[in-house]
Antibody, heavy 120, light 108 residues
Framework: QLQLQESGPRLVKPSETLSLTCTVS??????????WGWIRQPPGKGLEWIGS???????YYNPSLKSRLAMSVDTSKNQFSLRLNSVTASDTAMYYC????????????WGRGTLVTVSS | SSAVTQDPAVSVALGQTVRITCQGD??????ANWYQQHPGQAPILVIY???NRPSGIPDRFSGSTSGNTASLTITGAQAEDEADYYC???????????FGGGTKLTVV
C-alpha cells in the first residue's frame, strides 16, 4: 500500500516559486506501475491535474501551467518534487501528490494534501 | 474536445439508486476513476479501472462505461454518500489527465 506525504512552505510570496516535495513509502518510485503526479484544488473549486512524471523520465504537464512548471524525481530519497514559478494569488490551493496507475489495474493513491497560500 | 464533463448536481432519495455520469471522447479508450469528496476533506478513490473498489469502499458503489460515457452508480444511497464526486481520466491524446467539473450529490 503506497503512502504519500507532501512537504514544503505553506506561504509563498507573489512572483516567487512554489516548491513542494512528496515522499513515497510502501513502494519504489522507480516502479513502472505508476506515474508520480500533482493535483491541486483552489478553495471552493474543483480538482485540477498539474502534471505527471514516469520512472523513465517522461513528463506530462497541464498545458495551462506548462510554462511555469517543473517536476523532478529523486530516486535515492524515493521523492518527487514540484516547482511552480511566478505564482499569483490564483495559485493558492490545496496541493496533493499522487501515484497514478499506469494502467487500469493499478489503484491511484493520494497524499493528504497541503494548503499553499500565495500572499505578500 | 479533450475534456470530460459532469452534471453539476444530482439528487437521490435515501435508499434509492443514483447514477452519476461523465462524458468525453477519451472515455472510449480510457477508464474513468471516481473520487468522492466530503466538505473539508481530501478526495477518496471509490472506483478505479473497469469496476474496481479499493478496500473499505462499500459494494453499493459500482462503475461502468458505455461509449463515451462513464457512470458511477450508487445502489441504495445512504446519507453519508452526500458529497461531491469527480471523474478522472486521460484526455484523448493519452498524455494528459483531466478531471470532470464535479457532481454535487444530495441525498434527500
Amino acid at each position: 500500500q503506497l503512502q504519500l506525504q507532501e512537504s514544503g512552505p505553506r506561504l509563498v510570496k507573489p512572483s516567487e516559486t512554489l516548491s513542494l516535495t512528496c515522499t513515497v513509502s510502501g513502494g519504489s518510485i522507480s516502479s513502472s506501475s505508476y506515474y508520480w503526479g500533482w493535483i491541486r484544488q483552489p478553495p471552493g473549486k474543483g480538482l485540477e491535474w498539474i502534471g505527471s512524471k514516469y520512472h523513465n523520465g517522461i513528463t506530462y504537464y497541464n498545458p495551462s501551467l506548462k510554462s511555469r512548471l517543473a517536476m523532478s524525481v529523486d530516486t535515492s530519497k524515493n521523492q518527487f518534487s514540484l516547482r511552480l514559478n511566478s505564482v499569483t494569488a490564483s495559485d493558492t490551493a490545496m496541493y496533493y501528490c499522487a501515484s497514478l496507475g499506469s494502467s487500469a489495474w493499478y489503484k491511484d493513491s493520494w497524499g493528504r494534501g497541503t494548503l499553499v497560500t500565495v500572499s505578500s | 474536445s479533450s475534456a470530460v464533463t459532469q452534471d453539476p448536481a444530482v439528487s437521490v432519495a435515501l435508499g434509492q439508486t443514483v447514477r452519476i455520469t461523465c462524458q468525453g471522447d477519451s472515455l472510449k479508450n480510457y477508464y474513468a476513476n471516481w473520487y468522492q469528496q466530503h466538505p473539508g476533506q481530501a478526495p477518496i478513490l471509490v472506483i478505479y479501472g473497469k469496476n474496481n473498489r479499493p478496500s473499505g469502499i462499500p459494494d453499493r458503489f459500482s462503475g461502468s462505461t458505455s461509449g463515451n460515457t462513464a457512470s458511477l452508480t450508487i445502489t441504495g444511497a445512504q446519507a453519508e454518500d452526500e458529497a461531491d464526486y469527480y471523474c478522472f481520466s486521460r484526455d484523448t491524446s493519452g498524455h494528459h489527465w483531466v478531471f470532470g467539473g464535479g457532481t454535487k450529490l444530495t441525498v434527500v
